[in-house]
């Protein structure tokens, strides 16, 4: 094994302050793994937090991403959770291992990969051995990387906390990597699924398994969905665009309806009226990703059902500039990162 390694690494804010530098190869600690990585997935997180920092507390020379694939390689003193040449993927919420997520009313814990912790885009990782759990049997490296956050994501929503039931009508909005897990989650479970989309986008979806398309410029998006739905309404909603966009997802929601509030494309601060949010018993849930646990029951459904996660384009780990510009263009499920 070589002595050093290549780590994309920022000493400020701004895409323009990335840097592929040679770094010393660590050294896994008492309890901690060296991970060679195989795979990075992107999220749009990550592109966030490499322009803004997103509030966190971050540390100089950082390391962006979360979402790793790999191998262990090398075990620090007791470390016993994994046997070199498994295979694994990270946990984003390290600290979440099961139930409520830390932190108080004032407080709430949010520490990550990729940004109250370092980031994953390099060719070796020393972590904490309890930040990873197995990887999927059936999936490739790239593959395995799209499931701790995007994947984990949709999981929670839908089955962890909205504990989705066949014959339930799921509607998810846009064909981004959650959205298109959403959809593949919900027909897994026997559900009914509808994406919303660009209309370049949605006969790829159709072919994926929606039962129902919806071009998400339509004047009246919400009559759109109460027509393809028998004016029922969904039963459960990915609201992955946030803002003002919340009201017409309450519009759009079944009596009894669910919404999982995930993104904030039009902004943190939600809007919508009251009267249909009382009036049909809706329940909004904000999901922030999901805990160790809940990743590990995601990894057996994979295995079980064959899943298998939308990849829109792979790129070298000297293409990162590249891959966030396709992020930002918008991607038809995930972007990748492969390490060498």
Known sequence: MTETMRRWEMDAMGVNRLELREVPLPKPGRGEVLV????????YRDKMVIESGRGLPIAFPFTPGSDLAGTVVALGESATRFSIGDRVISVITPDWI????????????????GG?????????VAFPEAWFVRAPATLEDPEASTLPCAGLTAWFALVERGHLRAGETVLVEGTGGVALFGLQIAKAHGAEAIVSGSAGKLARAKALGANHVIDRRQDDWVEAVLKATGDRGADHILELVGGPHLGKAVQASAVGGRISLIGALEGFEATTPSAPLMFKDVTIQGIGTGHRRGLEDLVRAVDGTGLKPVIDKCYPMAYLSAALEHLDRGAFGKIVIEMP
């Open 36 to 43: 060679k990585v195989a795979a990075v997935s992107l999220n």
């Open 98 to 113: 099961d139930g409520v997520r830390k932190g108080d009313a004032r407080t709430p814990s949010y520490r990550t990969l």
């Open 116 to 124: 109250f912790y370092p980031g994953v885009l390099a060719e070796y």
